[in-house]
Each structure stands twice: as structure tokens, then as C-alpha cells.
């Protein structure tokens, strides 16, 4: 495996590309699925397994809200203040990608219990949690703050040119 330096510029539009993405595939996924539940009719599976969905779905949104919000904590609180810039940059995508994906998975779920049951509530809680998704876009100052950053590391952020991160890649 080969590195890849990045500038702060090239790791700030990475994250917002990983971020857009995420919300983008909800969204689309969304299209299709109003698109099949307008053609057919809700499976027969929804009448059996309604009461289940409208239980589990809104306990995973919970948990997942919560679970986003004390790891991304926990992970924050964890970097060594002393670490260098690249590194702390590394740990922070890793933790953004983590707290992305504990809200993508019961917005999916739900989705796809809109998809068995045809029931609009399921479409509803997706929505809630990709604007919450929405809510966590990255951005400089999010980062400088989460991370708690030196002037000097501050300077180097605010910089578009500045060698901020490494990106691994396959040779």
C-alpha cells in the first residue's frame, strides 16, 4: 500500500463526497421504493409482521442516534491531543464514517418496512434520520472544534493548499 498526501482541501471535499453519497443513495433508494408502492400493493407479509416494524424501527432510529452520539464521543475523547494533524484527521473520518452509518442502517431498515408493510410512518422515520444525517455534514469548523485543534493545526486547516492528511492506496 502506497500514501497519498492530501491538502486540506482534497480531505474536507472527500468527507462531503462520503457525506453526499450516503444521503444520496437514501434519497434515490426513497424514489425507488414510493415508485413500487404506488404499482403493487403492500406484501402479505406487511399484515403479519406491521406490529414487530413499528417497534423495532423507531428502537434502532434510537439506537442508533444515541449510539452516533456517545462513540463519535468516546472516539473524540480517545485522540491524544499530542498526535500530529495527519493522524487525528485519519481518526476523525474514521469516526464520522462510523457515526454516518449508525444512522444510515435504521434509516435502510426503515425503508425497507416501508417497502413489506406500505406503511407511511416507516418513509417518515427515514426522513427524520437522513435530516439528522443532513445535519452531521462536515465542515472546518466542526472539525476544529470536535478535534479540539492548536492554533498551528487550526492555520493548517484554514490553509486549502496545506498538507493536512494521507489517504492509503493499492498500488
Known sequence: ??????????????????HAALIAGQLMF???LVYLNRSESPTSYSENHNDIFLILAPVLAILGILGGFFITKNRLESIDKRTELKDKLEHYRTTLIIKFA???GPSLFSLVCFLLSGNYMFLGLSAILILILFTYRPTKEKTMRDLELSHKDRLLIEDPEAIVAEVKTKS
Do not use: A, D
Request: net charge negative; proline share 0%.
Open 1 to 18: 500500500m502506497q500514501s497519498q498526501n492530501q491538502t486540506s482541501k482534497e480531505y474536507f471535499n472527500s468527507l462531503t463526497i462520503i
Open 30 to 32: 426513497i424514489g425507488v
Open 102 to 104: 449508525l444512522l444510515e
